[in-house]
């Protein structure tokens, strides 16, 4: 099984809308897919719950803490974790054992990137990121890249030598989709043309 860690300590950086969209994509290639929200809050499990039982179908995992590991199935082929705002230290630490993959989604804006660089380089000193056990990406959320502010990530994020993978628009079809517990994935292909053209180099990527 393949683990995939949504993280940025900044609360309203995206990572619930990645880390579900992702889920999902997954469940929509007919992989065995759960998710494990760390999150006090659980929003991806009030997301899944809103799912329709007539789409793929994503497992949920629970566990009474967040340094526990919950039973998986040994069938599963994917785990997408949904990490809350500000975990750190042994939480981040924890959560990296099991992660193959860290997409780190990032919005362009001074504050977000000023809380994003103390988590890199947090990132950057774990064995499991030095040894190449586990790698990260960047996301940059609700931004176009042809814009300025794409230009200032970029160049904010060539200090630590990380793959940008894509961008993912500012746009209402991911907030209107879970408002029905439902990904862009399980849209008509007509309503999410440009968003599955965004989402090609991060699957890549993940999927490598």
Do not use: C
């Amino acid at each position: 099984m393949r683990t995939v860690l949504v993280a940025n300590p900044k609360g309203g950086s995206g990572k619930t809308t990645l880390a579900t969209n992702l889920a999902a994509f997954f469940a929509g290639q007919n992989r065995q897919v759960a998710m494990w929200d760390l999150d006090r809050q659980k929003s991806s499990l009030g997301w899944l719950a809103l799912r329709p039982a007539e789409l793929p179908s994503i497992a949920q995992l629970n566990a009474p803490r967040r340094e526990d590991y919950p039973d998986i199935p040994a069938d599963y082929e994917w785990l997408v974790l949904d990490s809350p705002a500000g975990m750190h230290g042994k939480n981040l630490a924890h959560a990296l054992k099991f992660a193959h993959k860290i997409l780190v989604p990032v919005q362009p804006s001074l504050f977000d990137m000023a809380a994003t660089r103390d988590f890199l380089d947090q990132l950057m000193e774990e064995k499991r990121v030095q040894k190449h056990r586990t790698f990260i990406g960047i996301i940059g959320m609700r931004v176009d890249p042809r814009t300025r502010a794409a230009a200032t990530l970029e160049q904010f994020l060539k200090q630590y030598d990380l793959p940008v993978l894509t961008y993912l628009r500012d746009t209402m079809v991911y907030v209107n989709a879970a408002f029905v517990g439902k990904s862009i994935f399980d849209l008509p292909t007509y309503q999410i043309e440009r968003d599955l053209a965004q989402w090609r180099p991060l699957i890549e990527w993940i999927n490598t």
